[in-house]
């Protein structure tokens, strides 16, 4: 069973940082790359940033620059470091396994970004 847990969310005041967490099993952390998503109300999934089984990071045009995508091996974790947050990054933050013919999703983490 494909097991992805996203927390780290919550309700931060512009200009905030927050860091998520997307926590998977060993197989699917040593199998595939995850990659950051967000969607907002209303608006489509957003793809963030991917991380390969490497390590090998890279970010869509919104997020470079912003966010910095990072794995941890010994804690099957990868992480999302999102500084000086606005309140345009108010959406779900989900994270997901990238597979060949589907992806696999965790849940979400809400983030918040409101005075």
């Known amino acids: 069973q494909v097991q992805l847990v996203e927390s780290g969310g919550g309700l931060v005041q512009p200009g905030g940082s927050l860091r998520l967490s997307c926590a998977a099993s060993q197989t699917i952390f040593r199998t595939y790359a995850i990659g950051w998503y967000r969607q907002a109300p209303g608006k489509q999934r957003e793809l963030l940033a991917t991380?390969?089984?490497?390590?090998?990071?890279n970010y869509a045009n919104s997020a470079k620059g912003r966010f910095t995508i990072s794995r941890d091996n010994a804690k099957n974790t990868v992480y999302l470091q999102m500084p000086s947050l606005k309140p345009e990054d108010t959406a779900v933050y989900l994270c997901s396994a990238i597979g060949s013919i589907r992806n696999y999703w965790g849940q979400g983490t809400q983030v918040t970004v409101s005075s």
């Open positions: 991380i390969t089984t490497g390590g090998s990071a």
